[in-house]
């Protein structure tokens, strides 16, 4: 394409990677060790027509680079790169594709489905080994030149970990039915930031929001055909750039600063779900958007000696290449560029496991985890690991070095067990609710290591968990093939809604059960946004793709019974909030704490003594009783050097049918401060000594509390 006018391109440096206005000019920069010739194509503002195409001039240390002083923030841009198509040798150049810089801060417009984004003769006998003439710049977006400056306001100290409480929430799915947002607002950055989620969320007792992947990504090819779309993001195509959508129509990278700053100023924290182990380009058959386009060889873990093939330790196509060093500087630089110029305070990361694969199996000194616990900015956030993927040998759970927090799905599977009523599960149980030491006492590792959750994103909602046995994901046109089988879920008696009320009742309750144990175990809770009302996806396990009203947050729907839910988590934030005894700082020891004589924790059998090893290995024993000594602080310090001393709690569960009779320790009085079988978990029983025998009903739990004495337990 021929152009008005050759803009004014000047050498340029090959550092920093990325289209960089410094107030005069734009540098630009892109990896490629194995291109001969690299274009950058301009665009106009509605990124529909290409002006111009300069020639990168300069090759320096495999970056081509170039200055153009004319070129201001607001330009669109894209790369077309040169060198040879030989898939059997990894490379994949075809310079009729656009591609999108992986270093794009902003990227505006959506990819367009059409087979010219193929490299490739789509549907040809021959598959990836024709090859395509098609010119894809019409279908794909355009990476725009931003202006970095912003004014920050207040700054945030980090929360201390064992304060956290994480609520993983949808960046779109939260707002969108939501009666308090103006409807423009809805679905974006700006509707998050709105005063009246902070104060929701604030007023709930959550500290941190854990946001699904906001990074730019792209809706699937084959869900856009089946009339759906990829809701949950984990598909993403650029790692420096917001996802436009949330941005909201006209808004620039800086909506996304205003949103951190006003959840900074409501003193929540933001944890972003990142997802590095793979693109969004697939297989050897998937589309050239980016990476495989400007260095396949080199950005892609390849198959060995078959070059043609990825590795695909993600079920996804592919898998980033992290022994590269520049693949690996592209994904350290985006966590730096996230924390030190988007504010953020913390990220998950998606099937870690991957991230930590070298020449094929998993390491606690892969480049990636040594890269990041050398990192001086990296060092200040908080670090989650999902620490799986589905290769060979990809479950990791406890194997991540120190510093870093992981998903605890022992923690999920063996809380759903016990509170469906599957017996001998007690020492898994105590297990999980001591924040699993078993798992994670090692190195100096501390509880909060344990990221503890019993609902995500990904499977069931805490409404359905008590409401269905299966999943229903017919709506995602797979016949219901999708999704997880193993939910460890129990209807209570009908398969889905039911107005018979003593089922529905008994839901409510076990809602309240897992809940109670959830926010009060040792470790760091994460509550899946919409859980506290009991929202529910009509049983869908899997909604991945569902961008609609079955996965947006029912607000309307809140009635008298789910504001009572509400009430009781707040009410269980605030008892975790203000006693030392639920967040320590330290794994139990069980042991007896030094100037006293009493231990940290007791596990006690319905009688009141201390469970024995027959007792722990009771294959039918459904009911617990958990006494956490509030003297235990003497031993626990604060900043300042001075003891956390606590009240003394003592934590009552049965998870059977049937009611048992628990004889309450010595000490007291003993007042109850949760009851379960209460609708908003609120106890009306009065308090009583220690000594006292009390009817616990079947399915349900107590929290007593025995004050501490002239600031000291009980």
């Known amino acids: 394409m021929s152009a008005p006018s050759t803009p004014l391109v000047w050498p340029g440096q090959p550092f920093p990677l990325g289209a960089t206005w410094d107030g005069s000019g734009t540098n630009f920069a892109l990896f490629s060790a194995h291109a001969e010739k690299v274009e950058l194509c301009l665009f106009d503002r509605a990124g529909r027509k290409e002006t111009a195409r300069i020639v990168l001039p300069e090759y320096t240390d495999e970056v081509w680079h170039g200055y153009l002083p004319d070129i201001r923030p607001g330009q669109l841009y894209g790369y077309r790169v040169y060198g040879p198509y030989d898939p059997n040798a990894g490379q994949r150049f075809n310079a009729n594709k656009l591609l999108i ?18 490299a490739y003769k789509l549907g040809h006998p021959d598959g990836d080994l024709t090859f395509d003439r098609r010119d894809s710049a019409r279908h794909m977006p355009k990476c725009e030149v931003v202006d970095p400056a912003f004014t920050w306001g207040r700054p945030m100290e980090p929360r201390p970990w064992h304060e956290t409480v994480i609520y993983e929430m949808h960046p779109r799915g939260f707002t969108m039915r939501h009666p308090g947002v103006p ?45 759906l779309t990829n809701y949950w993001g984990y598909n993403s195509i650029g790692f420096l750039a917001p996802h436009a959508t ?12 205003a949103f951190v700053q006003k959840m900074h100023d409501a003193g929540l924290e933001v944890i972003l779900d990142v997802v590095y182990n793979h693109t969004a380009e697939g297989n050897h058959l998937g589309p050239t958007l980016s990476f495989k386009g400007i260095d396949n060889r080199s950005y892609y873990y390849l198959m060995g000696e078959d070059l043609r093939h990825y590795n695909n330790f ?6 980033l290449e992290l022994r590269h060093p520049r693949v690996l500087g592209m994904v350290m630089d985006s966590l730096r560029y996230w924390v030190t110029a988007m504010g953020v305070d913390g990220f998950r990361f998606d099937l870690a496991t991957t991230l930590a694969r070298v020449e ?12 990041v616990a050398q990192d001086p900015v990296l060092g200040h ?20 070095p120190p510093g870093w927090a992981e998903w605890n799905d022992q923690y999920r599977d063996t809380t759903r067990k016990f509170w469906k009523g599957d017996g001998g ?20 590792r501390r509880p909060w290591a344990s990221v503890n959750f019993i609902t995500a994103h990904d499977g069931f909602t805490l409404a359905d968990l008590v409401s269905y046995n299966g999943k229903h994901n017919e709506a995602n046109g797979e016949d219901n093939r999708d999704g997880s089988d193993d939910n460890n879920s129990w209807n209570c008696g009908v398969e889905g809604p039911t107005d018979d009320e003593e089922i529905n009742t008994l839901r409510r ?6 809940l109670a144990t959830l926010l009060l175990s040792q470790g760091t809770p994460m509550l899946l946004a919409g859980d506290e009302f009991a929202n529910s996806q009509d049983g869908n396990n899997n909604a991945y793709c569902q961008d609609n009203a079955l996965s947006w947050l029912d607000w309307d729907g809140i009635d008298e019974k789910a504001r009572s839910q509400i009430a009781f988590v707040t009410s269980l934030l605030r008892l975790r909030r203000e006693h030392a005894v639920f967040h320590r700082t330290r794994f139990f020891t069980g042991s007896v704490i030094p100037g006293t004589e009493v231990k940290d924790v007791v596990w006690l059998r319905p009688d009141g003594e201390e469970m024995t090893e027959a007792d722990w290995g009771n294959p039918v024993s459904q009911a617990l009783a958990i006494r956490l000594s509030g003297e235990a602080g003497l031993t626990h310090l604060d900043r300042r050097g001075r003891q956390q001393t606590d009240d003394t709690f003592l934590l009552v569960l049965n998870a059977s049918h049937t009611e048992v009779v628990f004889t309450l320790p010595e000490g007291g009085p003993w007042e109850t401060v949760i009851d379960t079988m209460d609708e908003d978990g609120q106890s009306s029983l009065p308090g009583v000594d220690g000594g006292t025998t009390r009817a616990l009903p079947g399915r349900s739990v107590q929290v007593l509390r025995c004050r501490a004495a002239h600031g000291r337990s009980a």
Not at 246 to 257: C, D, E, I, P, Q
Not at 314 to 319: D, K, L, S
């Open 101 to 118: 810089d992986p270093y794009a801060k902003s990227l505006k417009g959506e990819i367009l489905w059409h087979d010219a984004l193929f």
């Open 183 to 227: 409807e423009d607002l809805r679905g974006t950055f700006d509707g998050l930031a709105h005063r009246r989620v902070t104060d929701y969320l604030t007023d709930l007792g959550v500290t941190a929001i854990e946001l699904l992947p906001v990074h730019a990504y792209v809706q699937d090819r084959h869900l856009i055909d089946r009339g």
């Open 246 to 257: 949330y941005l909201g129509h006209g808004r620039t990278a800086s909506a996304f600063k």
């Open 314 to 319: 993600t079920g996804t196509g592919n898998a």
């Open 360 to 371: 094929g199996p998993f390491t606690e000194h892969a480049g990636f985890l040594d890269a």
């Open 381 to 400: 956030v908080k670090l989650i690991a999902e620490p799986w993927d589905t290769g060979l040998g990809g479950y990791q759970v406890g194997a991540f």
């Open 425 to 444: 599960l007690l020492p898994a149980m105590a297990g999980r609710f001591s924040a699993s030491s078993d798992v994670f006492n090692r190195r100096g």
């Open 509 to 514: 309750r076990q809602m309240r059960n897992m």
